[in-house]
């Protein structure tokens, strides 16, 4: 009794703690008029740097008017600045203008200035809610710039985005070709060469040299730098912030990624695709011959969810561009897409890498079982999203139902065996060792297994770990409503909270608070036949009282940390806990006859003991080494 009474008290004062922290939480929320303070001063910080680089860039800006042909005058005051791309400011191109390419699926804009794409715009996806008639643009408002440094033979160091391409737009059948040339005379340039194909997120980017051997320095490679700001595109900045992240290919088809941080730095060797990765959105920079050696940097521009919401991650990238014979040729090509698995496998170049999957099993897991699975049901069947999570939950737990079958009859054994065990655990009390040996012979004699209740539970586990990384990676997910969730790969709020919590949020999801209340019910619902089954071992942790304050954590930590993840992982953990309710009731109610196991235990004890397995030989000679020393110290 006395127990028990511990045991609620430690709930009332867990409960209590917890109280008092959202309150104090509460308390020290900053006002609106502080929050907009903050964001009015970060906005003018802001607003001032882009300023400064603005001044800074007009000291150094190029004529924006083509020079008189033939006025060599002109053209020798742009070579003292210029050197050799002195002629690409003489030509009519030699200002402000843009060539817009596009598809079914995509608006590029290239400048004459740099020559880079300074907007792409994706035509089939709208930003959050919030700006539903908005368009995903990725690249946007100078978030993005593509620079070559440029050593020439008469030492200047020349920035390529500071100079001025010339554009050529073809066609090849139905594929638009662009060609912006930096020229240093009428066959000597510097070319980016664009081809955007019909119903593609693909875009084919090659740069290459002709006639430059005597005006760039090639005794070192050139360094192209690649660097973009991501916009934010969802709804919760939190979790976009978490899976944004940059990724590359290197070596023989490795694979990693730079950590999320401040200033995270990485150097790797032989890239051969880096992608600057949002939550459901990328940009991958491919080459078909690899980089040797690549600095790449990632920082988190998130510091303060409330007001930091603008911007996500700072993307950086700089890869060297080896010479051959003199010149520069690389093949290479862009996508701007959607993070959508079956998307960027479909361009066998590893893409699909940089969808989050899980290492090992459960990364197989995913791949092998729940894409095929949940791709067939929500685009072959034709089936609403929450529709399909649901069916698809289904299956996999009618799938795993002789797991779950297999671990409760092994509880219900050694529910059968308690009373035999609680016997022995009194005659030898004083004898630790003597229990544990005379508890293994009744396991053996009676044919239990005392480890069969946790495999079961040890397979199922991977399935859990993979539905974690499946659900927040899953495209199909985004902006798909179901019931009272407008995006099943967002959270549901229902209630708006007029302070944020930390760790929780500033709003209430209903999915997670469901999701919450079946998890409690089905610990309420197995902790007593686990507690039962296991009686407590002599030295160990009391498994019951951990138990019975589990039963309260766990649905608890589910509030909290699924408050701001997608609806539709909430959605899978609230009907998975369900069915396991459900199957559970059946089993222990209409399949498990517990009078039917006392009579086959009894039954076998019998028999002849089953031959020990390995395992259990050495754990007997172990403990009958350590009796016998035991033995041998007292005497």
């Given at each position: 009794m006395e127990e028990k009474k511990f045991d609620l008290n430690s709930i009332i004062g867990f409960v209590l703690i917890f109280g008092i922290l959202i309150w104090i939480m509460y308390q020290n929320q900053p006002s609106d008029k502080e929050i907009a303070a903050e964001k009015a001063k970060k906005e003018l910080v802001a607003k001032q740097e882009a300023q400064a680089q603005a001044d800074k860039t007009k000291t150094a800006v190029l004529p924006v008017t083509a020079a008189t042909p033939g006025d060599t005058v002109q053209l020798a005051q742009l070579q003292k600045t210029l050197g050799g791309f002195a002629y690409s400011a003489t030509l009519p191109s030699a200002k402000e203008g843009f060539t817009t390419i596009e598809n079914e699926k995509m608006i590029l804009k290239i400048a004459n200035k740099g020559g880079y794409i300074v907007e792409a715009t994706l035509k089939e996806f709208k930003r959050f809610e919030k700006n539903s008639g908005q368009l995903v643009e990725l690249i946007k408002d100078n978030n993005s710039n593509l620079n070559i440094q440029l050593q020439t033979t008469d030492n200047r160091t020349l920035n390529s985005k500071d100079l001025y391409f010339e554009p050529t737009l073809t066609k090849n059948g139905a594929d638009q070709i662009l060609t912006m040339r930096l020229k240093a005379g009428a066959n000597e340039f510097l070319e980016y060469k664009y081809v955007l194909k019909p119903n593609e997120y693909l875009v084919g980017f090659d740069i290459r040299s002709q006639g430059l051997n005597k005006v760039l320095n090639s005794a070192k490679p050139l360094d192209l730098q690649w660097d973009l700001k991501s916009y934010r595109n969802e709804k919760g900045v939190s979790i976009e912030k978490r899976y944004a992240q940059l990724e590359y290919e290197y070596g023989d088809q490795k694979y990693n990624y730079v950590g999320g941080g401040v200033g995270k730095e990485e150097t790797p060797e032989k890239v051969s695709y880096i992608a600057f990765k949002q939550h459901f959105f990328s940009a991958i920079l491919a080459t078909d011959k690899p980089f040797d050696k690549s600095k790449l940097q990632s920082d988190d521009l998130v510091k303060d969810e409330t007001i930091d919401t603008t911007f996500v991650k700072q993307f950086k990238a700089t890869v060297p561009l080896a010479f051959t014979n003199g010149e520069v040729d690389y093949k290479m090509s862009w996508y701007f897409g959607p993070s959508d698995y079956k998307i960027l496998k479909s361009y066998d170049k590893n893409f699909e890498k940089i969808i989050p999957l899980g290492w090992g099993i459960f990364g197989w897991i995913n791949k092998w079982i729940f894409i095929p699975l949940f791709g067939f049901l929500s685009s072959t069947m034709g089936l609403s999203l929450g529709i399909a999570i649901i069916i698809f939950t289904i299956i996999i737990k009618i799938a795993m139902s002789p797991i779950t079958y297999k671990s409760f009859l092994s509880q219900a054994k050694m529910k059968v065996l308690r009373p035999e065990i609680t016997e022995l655990g009194e005659k030898f009390k004083k004898d630790p060792m003597k229990k544990q040996q005379e508890t293994m012979k009744l396991y053996n004699k009676a044919g239990v297994n005392p480890m069969a209740g946790c495999i079961p539970a040890l397979i199922q586990l991977p399935f859990m770990y993979a539905s974690f990384q499946f659900f927040p990676s899953a495209f199909e997910l985004r902006q798909k409503s179901f019931l009272w969730a407008d995006d099943l790969s967002s959270f549901d709020a229902v209630v708006k909270l007029p302070f944020h919590i930390p760790l929780y949020g500033d709003h209430i999801s209903l999915f997670p608070i469901l999701a919450a209340v079946?998890?409690?019910?089905?610990?309420?619902?197995?902790?007593?036949?686990?507690?039962?089954?296991?009686?407590?071992?002599?030295?160990?942790?009391?498994?019951?009282?951990?138990?019975?304050?589990?039963?309260?954590?766990?649905?608890?930590?589910?509030?909290?940390?699924?408050?701001?993840?997608?609806?539709?992982?909430?959605?899978?953990?609230?009907?998975?806990?369900?069915?396991?309710?459900?199957?559970?009731?059946?089993?222990?109610?209409?399949?498990?006859?517990?009078?039917?196991?006392?009579?086959?235990?009894?039954?076998?004890?019998?028999?002849?003991?089953?031959?020990?397995?390995?395992?259990?030989?050495?754990?007997?000679?172990?403990?009958?080494?350590?009796?016998?020393?035991?033995?041998?110290?007292?005497?």
């Open positions: 079946a998890i409690f019910f089905y610990m309420k619902m197995t902790s007593g036949d686990q507690q039962m089954a296991a009686p407590q071992q002599e030295g160990m942790p009391d498994m019951a009282k951990m138990m019975k304050i589990m039963i309260y954590v766990s649905p608890l930590m589910m509030l909290i940390f699924f408050n701001s993840y997608g609806a539709g992982l909430s959605l899978y953990n609230f009907i998975s806990n369900l069915i396991t309710i459900g199957i559970m009731f059946v089993i222990k109610n209409y399949i498990v006859d517990t009078d039917k196991i006392h009579a086959q235990i009894q039954e076998n004890k019998l028999k002849e003991p089953k031959k020990q397995s390995k395992f259990q030989q050495r754990l007997q000679e172990v403990m009958e080494q350590q009796e016998a020393t035991k033995k041998q110290n007292k005497k």
